[in-house]
């Protein structure tokens, strides 16, 4: 069974900075396609940011891009995501996935919630 547990999120001022982990378990975390999806108020969720664990290549979506860095300690089986120079519209609950494109995730973990005053 896949499990995804994220952790991290919290309240933090604009310009600052927070990093999310994901701790997985349940599939080959080496060989894998994941990532960190959002879902603000009233929205619907979108795409953060993707990472192929095997290779290490990233995506990451238009407004995030610069700011935010997806990572992973394969040892570890945990995908981490470095968010810095947080703005107000970055505040949304931040899932982890298996997929990384929203009609192919296979897997969500409970979510986290961030929240970027202004």
């Known amino acids: 069974e896949v499990q995804l547990v994220e952790s991290g999120g919290g309240l933090v001022q604009a310009g600052g900075s927070l990093r999310l982990s994901c701790a997985a378990s349940g599939f080959t975390f080496d060989d894998a396609t994941i990532g960190w999806f959002r879902q603000a108020p009233g929205k619907g969720r979108e795409g953060v940011s993707c990472?192929?664990?095997?290779?290490?290549?990233?995506h990451y979506e238009y407004a995030v891009k610069g700011r935010f860095t997806i990572s992973t300690d394969n040892a570890k089986n945990t995908m981490y995501l470095q968010m810095t120079n947080l703005k107000p519209e970055d505040t949304a609950i931040y899932y982890c996935?298996?997929?990384?494109?929203?009609?192919?995730?296979?897997?969500w973990g409970q979510g986290t919630q961030v929240t970027v005053s202004s």
């Open positions: 996935t298996v997929g990384c494109r929203l009609g192919y995730v296979t897997s």
């Open positions: 990472i192929i664990t095997g290779d290490g290549t990233t």
